[in-house]
């Protein structure tokens, strides 16, 4: 079970949260000049790292906002914004 | 019996597999006994099936909506009913029938969807109504009167159970027998490249090996691998739980499944309940999963089986599952020369071990996809043909 540092409401229990899977993914600022690889890579490509994890998450059953956050995938250690 | 040798790496194969567990194994296997090809290495991080093919809820059935995925994973369950004989072990086989539980109105539409598309894929399907239920498998609870009723089910009569730990244990003797080097506590750290970016090895904790084919086998740790070659994947890392209950009485005779209050369970032979929990939603490799989900999948599993609240929980574990947007498995070559794939199954591989392994080995063999996996490429996330078995898969995620 993990503790999540919400910026706003303080450590919370996971289950208020919703995942929002890797952060830093940008919708595309010209989407019509896209090619089917370019969409596959924004749609479906992922990093998946063992460590260092940078990631979406939203405050569903709390302040109902997204923040961004580091974990280590391997060991669940929180790593900061 | 002899099971198979520990054997030292070799300098060079034509084939090396990464990867011990179950498919892997069935990998090396199919290559040698279908395409003569016996110059083959699996090489595993820990020892052998020790991964998710002993961690998983051991459940197989092939009763998947699309045509694809129908042909495969029914084309892995013929090959299970012969398996024990072709490997000449037993595996503890029993198809003792699965029931996929519906609670809703959406659930029966989606699974008298599926019974149709099975039957016109000539895969076994039946479907029940709650009082068929209530005789098929007498300790489920189809009163209306609990928070997600039964309205029916979907029986695989041909569906069951195998003994995991077993299946890679037979995959590897037989795959022993016929040449096959099997290499325990090698981990892979990197790859050795030619000419053109292509794939000419693996450089592991107990040296560098070359080969003419390297084949990621890896289930959740694919995505860690590909990275070390540049390459960025569909797949996700989640935690799967799992857990057992002390030893019973024999009081469940089949395999029941519920994707939307997330229970499946069969009693093993020795008698202890095992029974899937869901997957964390965040990515992780810690191979434990959060309390949280194993609460929730028990509430659900005590009002669906009542006699379950006599029941203590003796163990729970977790195996890392590589996730695919679709639910469906990734097969086939790969952008590098030399490198191919075979994950993303994400929650539900083990029904698919001897399949997987199958079409796995014959597109190495002919350097092309086989017939079955030709749909799973990796292709089909550029040209949108995806095969989306969310329905089917029985695990949310």
Known sequence: ?81 | MRYWRAAEPKRSYDVVVVGGGGHGLATAYYLARNHGVTDVCVVEKGWLGGGNTARNTTIIRSNYLWDESAAIYEHSLKLWEGLEEDLGLDLSFSQRGVLNLAHDLQDVRGSLRRVNANALNAVDAEWLTPAEVARFCPIVNVSPRVRYPVLGATLQRRGGVARHDRVAWGFATAADRLGVDIVEHAEVTGFARGPGGRVTGVDTTRGTVAAGSVALVAAGHTSVLAAMVGLRLPLQSHPLQALVSVLLEPVLGCVVMSNAVHVYVSQADKGELVMGAGVDAHNSYTQRGSFHVIERQMAAAVELFPVFAHAKLLRTWGGIVDVSPDASPIIGRTPLDGLFLNCGWGTGGFKATPGSGWVLAETIAKGEPSLLAAPFALERFTSGALIDEHGAAAVAH
């Open chain 1, 1 to 81: 079970m993990l503790l999540l540092p919400c910026p706003w409401c303080g450590p919370r229990d996971e289950v208020e949260f919703h995942y929002g899977g890797q952060a830093g993914i940008a919708y595309p600022p010209d989407p019509e000049a896209l090619g089917d690889e370019a969409w596959a890579d924004y749609l479906f490509m992922r990093d998946n790292p063992r460590g260092a994890f940078a990631e979406r998450w939203y405050h569903v059953h709390g302040c109902r906002r997204w923040f961004d956050l580091r974990r280590d995938t391997a060991t669940n250690d929180l790593l900061g914004a």
